[in-house]
Structure formats: C-alpha cells, structure tokens
C-alpha cells in the first residue's frame, strides 16, 4: 500500500470552482513535493448553491490550509 501523503509535503494549495448539475462544487488542490508520485491531490469540500457562497467558503478554506503549511508558500 502506497504511503498517504503528509501535511509537512505541502507547499502550495488553491480552490478551484466548478459548476455542476447548478450546484457550485469547491475543490481544494493541495501540491506536495514534487518527487512524490502523488504530487498533485484534489478534495471535494462541498458544493454550494451560488457561486458567492462557494467563492466565500473557497476564501476561508484557502486561508485556513495556508495558516497550516509548514511553510511559506512555494517553499521559499
């Protein structure tokens, strides 16, 4: 079984937005170190009814994984 990937291989992460079925899906995309296979790792958060309350709820969610990257984005 392959190692789950940790929070300290984060560098980076971002929101993405997209629409489904008229419902507005937030998805975070986490980027890991780039010699992991996996360096690239997508979670659905949830999906809202419009696209305001997606973009707010992407904001907070952003920030929130930002405060806990082990550090600064883009590891410099």
Not at 45 to 57: K, M, S
């Amino acid at each position: 079984m392959p190692e789950r990937p940790r929070a300290s291989d984060a560098i980076d992460c971002r929101a993405i937005i997209t629409e489904e079925q008229g419902r507005f899906v937030l998805t975070l995309e986490i980027l890991m170190v780039p010699d992991r296979p996996d360096h690239l790792v997508r979670h659905r958060i949830a999906d809202y009814p419009t696209r305001q309350g997606a973009e707010v709820a992407a904001k907070w969610t952003v920030n929130a994984a930002n405060r806990n990257l082990p550090h600064p984005p883009l590891g410099f």
